[in-house]
Each structure stands twice: as C-alpha cells, then as structure tokens.
C-alpha cells in the first residue's frame, strides 16, 4: 500500500471523512470544520439519509462547502480524495472500519473505544504496524486537559514522591430513555458493555496514564436501575498496578440526578483530585510553606491554579475548556503527527491497555475472581462471554 505524501499534505488541507453521523459523528463534524488544517469532503453512514441530514447542517448551520454524503466508507474512498478517515460508529464496527481505512492508505482516527474485545484490537494493531507512514489515534480527549496534563506531569517528574493510591469515579445517571434510543445500546456486541466501557473508559484511560501498568484486578458488576439491556450499569473494582499503588474504580449510570466524573491521585508527596476535568486540588511538597505540619491538613494548601499555569487557569476554573475543546486538541495533535511523522500523544497501544483493564474488570466479574492483566491482554480469556452479576 502506498503512503499518502507527507510533504505534499503539509501544502494543504488534509480531506476528511466522518464514517458514523449519529450523535458523536456531529460533533467530530463540527471539530473538523474548525480546524484551519482540515477539510470535510465526506460524510458516511449506512442510514444514508443521517448522512445527508449532517451534511446539511454543515453546510447551513456551520457555513463549509457541503461534504457528500455515502452510505459505505468503500464508496466514499472509490469516489473523494480522502486523507484522514474519523471512526464514529457503534463501537463494535470500529475495528472494521478502521482496519479498511488502513489498507486504503489513510490517516485514521477512532472515537473510544478502539472496539469492543481485544481480537478486533489487536486487528487493528496489526493494519497499522503493516501501514508506512500513516497516522492512527484513539480519541481520549481527556488527556490533553489542562487539569490531566497537570498532574501527569508531576507524577513524570516525581513531585508526588512514590505513587500510592488512586480512585477513579464516575457517578452519571442516564435514563432508560437512553438505552431505549437506539438498538445498540446496552448490548455486549456493539456496545461492548455498561457503565464502564461505554462512560469510565476515559477515566480508566486517565488512572492508568497516571498510575501505569494494571497488574491484577478485581471487580463486581450490576444492573441495578435500568431494564431492557445486557450490560451493567454499576461496576465496582480494586487494581493492584506494577508500580504497587493500590487503586479504585467506580463507574455507574445510575446515580440520579447524575454527578461527576472524578480521578484523586495520591503520593507520598502530594496527592491531585480532577473533578469533572478541572484541577480541584493540588498539592505537592515542593510547594508547600516551610515548617507545615508533618501531620497535614485535609483540603490544605491547594495548588491547582498555580499549577496549570495562567493561561489554562481560566480554562480549568471557569469550564471554558469544555469537550468541544479537548477534541479539537487531540485532532491538533493528530494533525501535528500527520505534518511532522512523529507519534501521536494516544495510539492503538494506549488504547488497548484501557479496553484491556475494562475487559479485566468485566472477565473478574464474570467468574468471580481476581484476573491477571497480562492473562487478559494475552488473550487468556477472549473466548469468555462476560455477562453483567458475579459467576
């Protein structure tokens, strides 16, 4: 397969196409018409008529050329010059999806998860490892946060002394309306599972940017305030990670009237909490006023606005860096490996390691027992149909 011409898409525009025009699919639309370095010339959904509905909203809402609109990704790239190809499907087709836009020699972004198991992720890993040249990422906004980037660069740089616990929660609340919306919903084979995979996979991602490499987990899942699906929508687990911190993870869709998402990360020299991806509180020692107690004070000495700096400051406190925002930044820095060939901040590799824990978490849950990591990124249970409750 030929690799698109590096130095000739510095010239210009990078051609666009958004496979999957529901919800998500929009909002990639509109990240992409607002991006000076890309060019939406394709729209592409199997309900053909949400394709040409997008494409007339781009063209008298957002005021940019019209892109044409296709039922299959293969007539998009049989008829339009296309660079860049976004993946915002159900997540089970995004494997697929993926994996043809490879093989045709183009760029490739995939909203999360990369899929739903990790036989379609590791399908995915081998089109890209056999690519020259082509760009791959996975969207984890979260990550280009001021308040994530903050606290992984003081974990990076040992600020926080050894890494010794960490709790992810998501408290969210969504409707039975929601999963009645679509078919797709709460089901194992697109949806890939519940509360975890479909609304924690970020928070998931986020926990092991910061605290590494999971090696053990265990978990227990529930559907406990919802009908009608296959999947949790409550899920509780502990993880043992390499480095020996200890963590927490908490994901539910069934605590009404909805609250926040929220990662604490603690060492023995500081400890952050990022509440709904603002940077509630920071506090290193490096910091801290001469004489303070040894003993500590809860909440004390909060450090979050001088860490993120003046600039995101106000982007951090105010919500103006909202998810609009966030994804405009990793398709910066997609764009940015495009220009200059060098990786991008979130690929197939980072990927797979979240939906490798959120499998962990699902497979423990399922025969009620702790699972090693690595058992399940080997492949160990891929043949195990997880199901939502205890063994």
Same mark, same amino acid.
């Given at each position: ?62 005021? @940019? ?20 190809? /976004? ?24 909203? @999360? ?36 980037? /903050? ?148 909440? /004390? ?27 405009? @930044? ?11 060939? @060098? ?21 423990? /849950? ?26």
């Amino acid at each position: 397969m030929t690799a698109l011409n590096t130095a000739t898409q510095a010239k210009r525009k990078l051609r666009t196409a958004v496979v999957g025009c529901g919800v998500i699919g929009r909002q990639h639309a509109q990240v992409i018409t607002n991006n000076e370095d890309l060019e939406l010339v394709a729209l592409v959904d199997t309900i053909e008529t949400a394709a040409i509905s997008l494409a007339d909203s781009v063209e008298k809402d957002l005021q @940019k050329p019209r892109p044409a609109a296709y039922s299959s990704l293969a007539d998009a790239l049989k008829d339009t010059q296309i660079d860049l190809v /976004a993946v915002c499907t159900p997540s089970g087709l995004h494997a697929d999806l993926a994996v043809e836009a490879l093989n045709a020699g183009k760029h490739v972004i995939i909203e @999360k998860p990369i899929d739903v198991d990790l036989p379609s992720a590791r399908r995915v890993a081998d089109a890209a490892a056999a690519a020259t040249g082509q760009v791959i990422s996975v969207i984890s906004q979260h990550r280009f946060d001021p308040a994530s980037v /903050a606290v992984a660069r003081a974990v990076r740089s040992g600020r926080f002394g050894r890494i010794t616990s960490g709790v992810a929660s998501l408290a969210w609340w969504r409707g039975q309306n929601y999963y009645d919306s679509g078919q797709w919903r709460g089901t194992w084979e697109l949806d890939g599972g519940g509360a975890v995979m479909n609304q924690g996979v970020h928070s998931v991602d986020l926990l092991l940017w910061f605290l590494g490499t999971p090696v053990q987990i265990q978990a227990h899942t529930a559907l406990l305030a919802h009908e009608r699906i296959e999947v949790e929508d409550t899920a509780v687990a502990t993880v043992r990670f390499a480095s020996g911190a200890l963590a927490v993870i908490h994901c539910t869709t069934a605590a009404y009237p909805g609250l926040t998402a929220r990662i604490q990360v603690h060492g023995e020299k500081g400890s952050a909490v990022v509440d709904n991806d603002r940077l509630q509180y920071f506090h290193a020692a490096d910091n801290a006023p001469e004489g303070g107690s040894s003993y500590g004070m809860a909440g /004390a000495g909060n450090q979050s606005e001088l860490e993120v700096g003046a600039h995101d400051a106000s982007a951090n406190m105010d919500g103006a860096d909202d998810l609009q925002t966030a994804h405009q @930044k990793q398709y910066a820095d997609v764009v940015e490996s495009i220009r200059s060939g @060098k990786a991008p901040r979130v690929g197939v590799e980072e990927a797979t390691a979240a939906l490798a824990t959120v499998r962990a978490l699902y497979v423990s /849950a399922t025969l009620g027992s702790a699972v090693y990591f690595e058992d399940v990124l080997a492949g160990k249970y891929d043949e195990l149909v997880v199901h939502t409750g205890g063994a």
